[in-house]
C-alpha cells in the first residue's frame, strides 16, 4: 500500500528513538537521569481528582458532551479575569485536546495549499506541523541569543510579511526559555496590525516564569484581540498532562473555524475531563506558585552545575526548560546527547530537532529535583565528557 505523502513532511520522532536507546542502557544496568521529556512529576491537587472521580461516577457524564458545558466557558472567562485581567466572553473560548493537539489542527482551520506562515526557529515541532498540515510554507525567523531568544519583527523582510497569513509566538518560550521583555508584544500587534497577520500566541508556560517576573497573556496587550488568539494550557501548571485540557481563547472567527473543523472529527472533551478543568480554574493557587518557586530551584541547581562543569549559563527565563549551549569542540547537538547518555547515563533533547538554529544546543526538562539534579552534574563530571 503506498501511504500519503503528508507522512513525507515529519522525520523520525527524536523522543522515540532516545528512548529506545535508555532501555538498552537501563537493561545493562546503566544508572539513567532522563530529562529529555517535560512530564512534570509533581502531583496533581487532590481537588482536581476528586471532581474527576466524583463526576466519572455519574452515568450521565459518560456519554458524548458534544460540547463545552457553559459552566466550563464561564469558568476560563473568569479565570482570565481574576488572573490576567483580561475580558473575554464565552464565543472567544474553546477546548481542545492539548495545546499540541489544537495546534495541529489550527493549521488545517486557517491555511490553503501555498499560504506563508511565520514560524518562530528554533519552535517546538508541533508549530511547523501544523502549518504544514494545513498546506503552509512556513518561513523561520531566528530566536538568537544576540536578541535574547526572542522575535525580532523589525527583522522580517517587508515582502514576507505582506505574505504571511499567520505568526506563531511563543512566549515563555519552549524550547529556548526566553519571556517577553517589556513592549514586546506592543510591537507584535503593531506588526500585525500593519500587515494583517493573526497572531497565534502559545501561552503554556504563563506560571513558570522566574526571578520575580510576571507571566501574563498575550491578549492583555491592546489590540491583541482583534488581531490573535492564544493557546492557554492547564497541564504545565496542575499537572494533568496526561488529561489534555487546554483552551483557544481569542477572536471569535477563529474560535468558529477551528470549532468547525473539530465537530468533523471528535464528539466533544469528556465531561470528567471538563469537570476537572473547572475545578482547577476555580480552585486554589497556592500549590501552582508554590511550584514556580520550587522548579526555579531546580533551574538554579542546573544552571550553577554547568557553570561549574565550564558551560556557558545557560538561557532558562521560564518554563520547565533550559536551554544550553553546547562545550566548544562537541560537535553536533545529536551526537553530542548520546555521548552524554552513553557516558553519563543523562538524556536530554538535541537543540537541532526543534529546528536550524538549534543546533549547537540542548535541551534539558527540569523535572527532577535539586539533589538529582545535582547528581546529574556529577556524573557529567566524572564521564570525561
Not at 507522512?7 to 529529555?36: C, H, P, T, V, W
Not at 508556560?205 to 496587550?221: E, H, M, V
Not at 553530542?336 to 533533547?349: D, N, P, R, S, Y
Request: aromatic letters at 10%; a negative charge; hydrophobic letters at 40%.
Amino acid at each position: 500500500m503506498q501511504f500519503s505523502k503528508r507522512l513525507d513532511l515529519f522525520g523520525s520522532e527524536i523522543f522515540a528513538a532516545l528512548n529506545d536507546r535508555r532501555l538498552e542502557l537501563e537493561a545493562q544496568g546503566k544508572k539513567i537521569y532522563n530529562m529529555s521529556v517535560g512530564t512534570p512529576d509533581y502531583p496533581t491537587p487532590e481537588h482536581i481528582k476528586k471532581a474527576l472521580a466524583e463526576a466519572a461516577m455519574d452515568d450521565a457524564n459518560w456519554r458524548y458532551s458534544l460540547r463545552d458545558l457553559p459552566e466550563l466557558l464561564e469558568a476560563v472567562c473568569d479565570y482570565y479575569q481574576h488572573r490576567f485581567q483580561v475580558t473575554i466572553t464565552p464565543d472567544m473560548v474553546m477546548s481542545v485536546y492539548g495545546s499540541q493537539e489544537g495546534m495541529g489542527h489550527l493549521g488545517m482551520a486557517l491555511c490553503d495549499e501555498g499560504d506563508l506562515v511565520l514560524l518562530p526557529d528554533p519552535c517546538y515541532p508541533v508549530f511547523a506541523a501544523g502549518s504544514l498540515l494545513g498546506g503552509a510554507t512556513p518561513w523561520y525567523y531566528p530566536l538568537t541569543s544576540e536578541h535574547d531568544f526572542l522575535p525580532c519583527v523589525a527583522d522580517i523582510p517587508e515582502e514576507i510579511a505582506r505574505k504571511a497569513k499567520y505568526m506563531l509566538v511563543s512566549l515563555p518560550s519552549n524550547p529556548v526559555g526566553s519571556i517577553a521583555s517589556p513592549g514586546l508584544y506592543e510591537e507584535i500587534v503593531a506588526f500585525a496590525q500593519k500587515y494583517d497577520i493573526l497572531i497565534i500566541h502559545d501561552n503554556a508556560y504563563s506560571d513558570i516564569i522566574f526571578d520575580g517576573a510576571y507571566g501574563g497573556s498575550f491578549l492583555s496587550t491592546p489590540g491583541a484581540s482583534e488581531i490573535g488568539v492564544e493557546f492557554f494550557s492547564l497541564s504545565k501548571s496542575f499537572n494533568v498532562t496526561g488529561a489534555r485540557i487546554s483552551f483557544l481563547i481569542g477572536r471569535p472567527d477563529v474560535i468558529a473555524a477551528l470549532k468547525k473543523l473539530r465537530s468533523q472529527i471528535d464528539f466533544g472533551m469528556f465531561l470528567p475531563i471538563q469537570k476537572a478543568a473547572i475545578a482547577a480554574l476555580k480552585g486554589p493557587l497556592d500549590s501552582v506558585k508554590q511550584q514556580c518557586i520550587d522548579y526555579q530551584a531546580r533551574r538554579d541547581a542546573l544552571s550553577e552545575g554547568l557553570e561549574s562543569l565550564g558551560w556557558e549559563r545557560p538561557n532558562g527565563k521560564g518554563t520547565m526548560f533550559v536551554w544550553a549551549k553546547i562545550p566548544e569542540g562537541k560537535g553536533d547537538s545529536m551526537s553530542f546527547c548520546m555521548e552524554l547518555m552513553e557516558k553519563a547515563g543523562v538524556i536530554v533533547t538535541p537543540g537541532s530537532s526543534f529546528g536550524p538554529h538549534g543546533e549547537g544546543y540542548v535541551r534539558f526538562a527540569l523535572v527532577l529535583p535539586p539533589e538529582k539534579i545535582r547528581e546529574v552534574i556529577e556524573a557529567i563530571r566524572t564521564s570525561g565528557i
